[in-house]
């Protein structure tokens, strides 16, 4: 079947439909970041592969609405006339068809793969028109969708206490609380990482994500039932959770929802990061919908104890892998070996894969050699990967799922001798970077009120980079995680607080030359004053080759070698004979 | 008659209007932060004068509610039993009153003296237990008040274009476009400072604004009509203001209002800054009420080149003034003559005083010796002046208002030998002075964003100040301007643009021992770089005897001495005798 077949099928299920477009998001039920096989419904109709798109059929074209990232691919994958292509934020579906229908015509979509306050949105666009958003009751894709791929059904993976540092049932008394507070019945959990950090439990049902594909409903007492594929539960998951578990099969959430009335009148949902089916659902059956955040949110950014411990593990052991990397990679670069971006992430991958407890990559490693690395979400698996550029930088962001914690990292490494002005600019990103992590602040302060130290050293000179400073990280969960964020927007964001894990991770990039990086994760301590303050858990040097020292104040230059010292000291005794002897040499005092 | 008389005759009106309480807030119907005497109520009232609070008087109590600030105050000047006392944030009025009050009871409010969002809200919290707000057709106090000071009749100022940079008809053309915008017919004008400002004129009605009293609509043509005391029109304002003007005596406000349906559809306002009386008086009459910021707010805010120029020149005059008086006081002190805080803020007073440009001061002088200095809103004229503490610091906080614009500066002095501990926190705070100032940012950039490195080397040592950093500034207008502030409010504030005006003033307060500012007002620049910057306004010397050199950086070092030299470029010719020599001194080299 080609797309242009696959089009055709769709608009035959318009018609009998009565709808006159059907909305198709890069999105399935879970509204992840991480979509997998069996749910890419967009890629499946379009051939469009990006990581975010909608794409609106009507019965006489096909338009898909990407972002600057994805531009030139939606033009290369979905060539025109076939599909029409827009600017989804300079021209957003939902103003395109109000512009383009006429009063009183429909647009279908699948409300499981929109978020309540998207599709709420949406319908408020279209009725400035007349135009109506009609759910559908089927995914009109899955209709024409013949040789769907099966989703897998990998056994659960239970967490032991001693890496969650807390039962399944603290968790959810801690969250009914939440729940009392809000005057709630019951809650619905759509987060996949919410629910498997609730039940101390882990799947492998999507890439670099270890979740598995589910819902939940949570009552006030703590009560979780899950819905899930029944193929996947395992023996001892029901002592593993506690008292007040069950497990439903996922087909059969729909029915449940439809008798939930009798026991909640008050669902508490999170309209930004849930689906909008399943509460439109309740509110038809008369159930009062209270928009709140997700209250596994908060406990599952600020990491307990043992939690920490586990992460401050996890990077030992990534940074010794990374180190291995490192230290090869100079080897290859000074011996003269021909690589490629391909080859040195290949490399990088079977390091980490040495360890007996890496699960996945927290992600598909960015391996970005020369001007490559100026291009945002650069994947080199998308082309031929391009060999590495002497007397230039190569960057590298990666990292690990393992069971105890998750890691990224990325590194901007000297091939060959870089020009002045590239150390120059790597000086001064990691000017921002020190002055970051050595901020101290008091509770209350948000991500965006310290986003300037990392950017101040770069704004001097009139230049900024285009992307957040920061991002949380979960416990062996998501490598994106909120709801703190270090960033620009002026708007409010959420304060950071003990045990939260974020990422801190200035860059600058020259387009068509080169780009710069420089990205530990961090995590949130308390101090002997009121001020909160950063300890770093990444663990591998930074390229000291790149480092203008006369560029760094005597505080910096004595936190560069404070940090490397303690690289040095927590996995110095892991590497052996080079990669020990390399670790020794790129860790030295800077002055001396 | 007595306070206890006051309220007995305010309840007999209550009686007669069939009201259970009377709210009595601290504002007339301008709202703006100074109140002119014969508006002041709430002291006439209670004999409380403090800057804010609410009296709500019922028929068996009286409730003074003031903020952290005023709770001594209120307590001496409103004795217990006559009054009851509530703390304002803890225990707001309106929730005192939901609780206090039954029933379809009813609390009279002049609306005039409520900001309509305030209005709103106490309406919406009564209504909680179905009590409702009664906006009286009178204001109540006035009723009783039968010695009440009669308004100012100050003639009218005419500001030329030389001194304003732009004709009223050109800035009324670009607000003209704002309300076209906005799809609105006409806006309601309630700010003093954005009238005045509109009309290039200035008055004498309150003190330490230079504004005049009155209302003023526009419509989307530009034609303005002002609603004044008609006694304080001057020759020639009609030709100064240009085509499209007309006033109207004020007490005509209401009548205008009820016939503006006619010429008006859609009235555009300020909820935040307007009271209710003017919008609520419009609704009824059909008028769709278009809630927006004030058109005036922006333009005013980014002083144009000719306003910048102008506030140049007064702080030229106004740093000669503070150095001479910083040279006297160094003089006294150095004599062994006894000050208090009375005489050394008259004494500077006199020096700004015998500039002929010197219209008022730009708010009361915060003149603050020894721990007085460390209290928020310290004044000296509330008791007895205090002594000058020796060997230790004195905070001198203070401003003018000129022709060509406001100024406001604070200053810390070295009274004899501070000591080790005072320095090194009186450099960490002018640390966060030098790291504000010196910033570079791009357009988009709001104040909070920028707070941290005002607050950085407080933090680091887990101290802070518990005050915003700045406060936008008018030009020969309020000394307090939005939109912009720097603060430390995660949500969102103003972008800073070319031309605003905003005050650099971190602090650090020690209770009962002493308090620490370095305020210098700037203004925001363009650079060679897409990057915006701030310029110092503020000409005077930081007391170089208060600097620990040693805890500076070398930019930090240059930045103080570059800024001395400036200081002393532009001021050093208008000195004379010792206080030039004084100015040499305390601008000279700190390396030197």
Known sequence: MTVASRLESLRAHMQSLKLDAIW???????????????????AYLTGFTGSAGVCVVTMDAAILFVDGRYTLQAANQCPEPLFEHQHIIETPPETFLRDRLSENQVVGVDARCLSFQSFTRIEQTLGENSISLSAMAENAVDLIWTDRPVASVNPIILLDEAVTGASSVQKRAAMAESLKKANADAVLLTQLDSIAWTLNIRGDDVPHLPVLLAYAIMTREGDFTLFTDTHKLVDGLADHVGPGFSVLPIDQFDVYLKGLSNTCARLL???????????LLCRDQGIELIEQSDPAEQPKACKNATEVAGIRRAHVRDGVALCRFLAWLDGEVASGQAHDEGSVSDRLEAFRRELPELKDLSFSTISAAGPNAAMAHYSHTNGVPSPLVLNSVYLVDSGGQYLDGTTDVTRTIAIGEPSDHQKEMFTRVLKGHIALSSARFPRGTAGNQLDVLARQFLWEIGKDYDHGTGHGVGCYLSVHEGPQRIGKTPGPTAPLKPGMVVSNEPGYYEAGAYGIRCENLLVVVETDTPMLAFEPLTLA?????????????????????DYHAQVREQIGDELQGEDKEWLQAMTAPLAA
Chains 1, 2 share one sequence.
Do not use: M
């Open 269 to 279: 949902f999170d309209p930004q990061t849930c689906h909008a089916h399943s509460p």
């Open 541 to 561: 040097p930074f390229d000291r080759r790149l480092i203008l020292v006369s560029l760094l104040s005597e505080a910096e230059t004595q936190w560069i070698d």
């Open 24 to 42: 198709v998001p890069r999105a399935d039920e879970f509204l992840g970041e991480y979509v997998p096989i069996h749910n890419e419904r967009l």
